[in-house]
């Protein structure tokens, strides 16, 4: 079983079958190269779903930390995966001590899985969309997968650096030249601020390596290792090395002022690629947090948390608001992501075991809401040419399945119970008001106010279902066609997932829990 299930597979696979649709194979056959990429997304989405099945997470030595100790690697232990990729027998850069080493815990498991489903979705979903250069098009799909899913995957810190860094490029291509309006710019945005981003973040890893070779007089990358000997350390230079690192992440969350591109990114680029970039990319600034800043420095973390409350509630309340006032509703949808986000850092701020995991399971379960709004808000404008919410209205005469989809998922964008956004919100909302650790009135207050963006929410997606699918019709769009058979496949699939986890969320919650556990016993919590 250990040959079958391999996660070096599972993470270069989608790279080596870029490497079909680079070489132009499928030339010319651009129903065969839809179908083939349909076709691996999908076996891959199911070798995802194995590593589920056959992890051990049930005990709290399967955390991230007792997975990333190398000297245990046997079959006997309850290690997940761990695995690294030599050259000739060697380590990547031995004589630094930097490695290309994976494994899995309950936290990133579930974070592979959605990256895989998701990419199976965008294939899907790009039938109708994509029209030109097929080939390039999916080869970089496949590109982005495998540098998501090594991010996710990482337990050498410069390895994550890598793998993070390769996410940039095939996004900045498939923005550009796929998307409308303003799209190279908007690529270009999205590149720069990243990239300016994980330079800072960079100087965070390069302090933590710095710390670990005066303490130990070895080179090491290996997050265990940093772990194991951060505490030689003085908390004033882990409270630097945090903030440069917090940096990077914040970028990407993105939080509040950082947040500019995402709004231009999404605008303008095609639906399929809004649905990756919505639902995975923004989740890798807050799993960097957890990883990095939560679980490296957690001395670090107990000062910087406060001050992380204040930008989570100005998150979630100023990007509700901003997108209550929005004409443009894939703008209204990307404020939305920014202001659940926010919900996310403030559970990541809890540095308790409700708080924790009702983030984790918030950020998967934005992960599908807003890959499945974007992609109906993608096809939405694929008929009409327009997402001015005032040029639209009635659609729901002519497209009923695709109102009651667009109400299905905004009622879980609010928080509906028997969804899965309820049951991220509600244990976030919970675990940060009864922190020990933010036992400050002040701190109380905001998170009482964050609550009223329920109210918010509820207010612009009922907003956007009021004006685009109810009221009188324009006379234009009365032939409008209602959703076909792959929409509907794509659809339908993540409204199960939405429904089943958010009326039996245990699975999830019962494999997170262990390891959440562990990063809290740091705190005390």
């Not at 695995?83 to 380590?91: A, P, R």
């Not at 799209?183 to 330079?199: E, H, P």
């Not at 109210?455 to 066609?481: D, M, Q």
Request: glycine share 6%; hydrophobic share 55%.
């Amino acid at each position: 079983m250990d040959n079958l299930i391999s996660i070096k597979l599972l993470i270069f696979s989608p790279l080596l079958i870029s490497i079909f649709f680079l070489l132009s194979i499928f030339s010319g056959h651009t129903v065969l190269i839809r179908r083939f990429a349909k076709l691996f997304a999908g076996l891959h989405f199911l070798y995802s779903l194995l590593f589920y099945v056959f992890a051990n997470t049930t005990a709290a030595n399967s955390s991230y930390l007792a997975l990333l100790n190398t000297s245990n690697i046997n079959s006997e232990t309850p290690l997940n995966f761990l695995s690294e990729l030599t050259f000739f027998g060697s380590s990547w850069i031995n004589s630094l001590g930097i490695k290309l080493t994976f494994g899995l815990d309950g936290i990133s498991i579930f974070f592979v899985i959605l990256t895989s489903f998701l990419v199976l979705m965008t294939c899907i979903a790009s039938k109708s969309v994509i029209k030109s250069k097929h080939s390039l098009y999916y080869a970089l799909i496949f590109i982005l997968e495998t540098a998501i899913l090594g991010v996710f995957a990482s337990c050498d810190m410069f390895e994550f650096f890598m793998f993070w860094e390769l996410e940039l490029i095939p996004m900045y291509f498939l923005i550009s030249l796929w998307g409308d309006g303003r799209a190279k710019k908007s690529a270009m945005k999205f590149l720069l601020y990243t990239f300016i981003g994980s330079l800072f973040m960079l100087i965070g890893f390069l302090m933590l390596y710095n710390f670990n070779f005066i303490a130990t007089g070895i080179f090491s990358a290996d997050i265990h290792t940093l772990t194991l000997n951060i505490d030689t350390t003085p908390v004033y230079l882990q409270i630097l090395a945090s903030l440069f690192m917090l940096f990077g992440f914040a970028v990407k969350i993105p939080i509040v002022p950082f947040h500019t591109w995402l709004p231009n990114a999404h605008v303008d680029a095609p639906a399929p690629v809004s649905m990756l970039l919505a639902g995975i990319l923004l989740k890798m600034g807050a799993y960097g947090i957890i990883r990095f800043n939560l679980q490296l420095l957690p001395d670090a973390f107990l000062y910087i948390a406060p001050y992380l409350v204040v930008l989570a509630f100005i998150n979630i309340i100023f990007a509700a608001i901003t997108a209550y006032y929005q004409s443009d509703i894939k703008a209204i949808v990307a404020y939305s992501s920014i202001s659940t986000m926010g919900i996310v850092l403030l559970g990541v701020c809890s540095l308790n075991t409700i708080g924790l995991t009702g983030a984790m399971f918030l950020m998967l379960a934005h992960g599908i809401i807003s890959s499945a709004l974007f992609f109906i808000v993608g096809t939405i404008y694929q008929r009409t040419k327009t997402r001015e919410i005032l040029q639209l209205g009635g659609l729901a005469k002519v497209m009923p399945r695709l109102a009651g989809f667009t109400l299905n998922f905004a009622l879980a964008g609010i928080g509906l119970p028997s969804m899965m956004g309820f049951v991220g919100e509600f244990l976030a909302f919970i675990g940060a008001f009864g922190s020990s650790i933010l036992n400050n009135y002040f701190i109380q207050v905001l998170v009482l106010l964050s609550i009223f963006v329920l109210v918010l929410a509820a207010a612009y997606l009922l907003k956007l279902i009021h004006k685009v699918f109810y009221g009188t019709i324009l006379e234009r769009w009365e032939s409008l066609n209602d959703v076909v058979n792959h929409e509907f496949i794509v659809l339908f699939s993540m409204s199960f997932v939405v429904i089943l986890f958010g009326i039996y969320p245990m699975p999830i919650i019962d494999t997170i829990s262990p390891c959440v556990v562990a990063l809290v016993e740091a705190f005390g919590g």
